[in-house]
């Protein structure tokens, strides 16, 4: 006997409350198909225009809103709070990593997002670009737009001095190619400037559940923040609210007006098949939206997990950074200057 009753207690805990709410929208199909099967129920076109017709439809519109939106906040709170929801493992998979990634070392972390994820992003980005343009060369990258343009005369052989090949820093062959792929792969160049990153940050936090802000920055933003969630609060539920009053205080009995016991039977039906309907899908919108939110935590411990397994990465100090960047702007006003010589140079010559 404890046994059966361990079991029904499982089954009882594991009792989906989508699957209920599609039992009895199904139970209450069930019925109103048997109430249209029994009673000789005939579809008027005509009566679409009359205002008995509008006032069903408005009746079982203000239903459908108020279900809805009621059960979409009671299917979110739900699958929240169930453990083995992949918004709630999620979030514990989430917390665990970050630990982890804290403890090794955050600052390095941001780094590594900025100076390996993103460029290797952008990369990826510009090899589907390129394939999408029938090119699987991706060094043709290198090349500078008059090159790219006589390439669209002829086949060429260019040196690419950034080329891990020594071959191919000497001279590297590349084939012909269409005014619409030179068009396209000078898009591609653009790609770096096109794509917009998130900051590090976004990878450290989730939201909702963290705030990267200091307790003064939260704290200067009080008065903004509560008027606005306030504001918004209000006029949802106002609007919400006001229409559906405005509809049930709209109605009149017709006293004048005969009750038919089937056509009463008929709308109770359609209106709580309405309800239940509507329930059921804003409980599947309640539950889609910890998953869409799901999806992205998920996204962020792939990040981490991706940081944690790279080895060759070794963090700079500011000091390190700071002359890297010192550096690489020395080279770009190097590389200026012989332009403008040479551009000069051509000019009296």
């Not at 069930?30 to 008995?52: G, R």
């Not at 999620?90 to 804290?102: D, G, P």
């Not at 191919?168 to 792929?181: L, V």
């Not at 940081?307 to 950074?321: K, R, V």
Request: net charge positive.
């Amino acid at each position: 006997m404890g046994k059966v009753r361990t079991e029904i207690e499982k089954f009882r805990k594991g009792v989906n409350k989508k699957v209920l709410l599609g039992v009895f929208s199904i139970l209450m199909c069930l019925a109103l198909i048997a109430v249209c099967s029994f009673v000789p129920f005939v579809i008027k076109p005509e009566k679409w225009q009359t205002n008995e017709f509008l006032t069903d439809e408005l009746i079982i519109s203000a239903i459908v809103i108020m279900s809805m939106v009621s059960v979409i906040f009671i299917g979110q709170a739900n699958n929240a709070q169930n453990e083995q929801s992949r918004i709630a493992k999620s979030r514990v998979e989430f917390f665990a990593s970050l630990e982890i990634v804290i403890k090794k070392n955050v600052n390095a972390f941001r780094q590594w997002v900025r100076k390996v994820l993103q460029p290797e992003d952008v990369q990826t980005i510009k090899e589907r670009k390129l394939r999408s343009l029938g090119i699987d060369d991706t060094l043709i990258l290198e090349l500078d737009e008059v090159q790219l343009f006589d390439l669209t005369k002829s086949a060429q052989r260019y040196p690419i001095p950034r080329a891990s090949n020594v071959e191919d820093q000497k001279g590297r062959y590349f084939k012909k190619i269409t005014q619409e792929q030179y068009k396209g792969i000078l898009a591609v160049k653009k790609t770096d400037t096109s794509v917009k990153f998130v900051e590090p940050e976004y990878y450290l936090s989730v939201k909702n559940l963290t705030d990267s802000r200091t307790v003064s920055e939260r704290a200067a933003n009080e008065g903004k923040k509560k008027t606005f969630y306030l504001s918004s609060s209000i006029f949802s539920k106002l609007l919400v609210t006001i229409v559906s009053a405005m509809i049930f205080a709209s109605l009149v009995r017709d006293l004048t007006a005969e009750v038919d016991q089937a056509a009463a039977w008929a709308k109770f039906v359609s209106r709580m098949w309405a309800m239940i309907s509507s329930s059921f899908m804003g409980y599947m919108v309640g539950t889609q939206m910890n998953d869409i939110d799901a999806e992205y935590i998920e996204m962020r411990i792939q990040v981490h997990t991706r940081y944690l397994q790279d080895t060759e990465f070794q963090p700079l100090t500011q000091q390190e950074e700071a002359k890297q960047e010192f550096v690489e702007r020395v080279k770009e006003e190097q590389v200026l200057k012989l332009e403008n010589k040479s551009t000069q140079i051509e000019m009296r010559g």
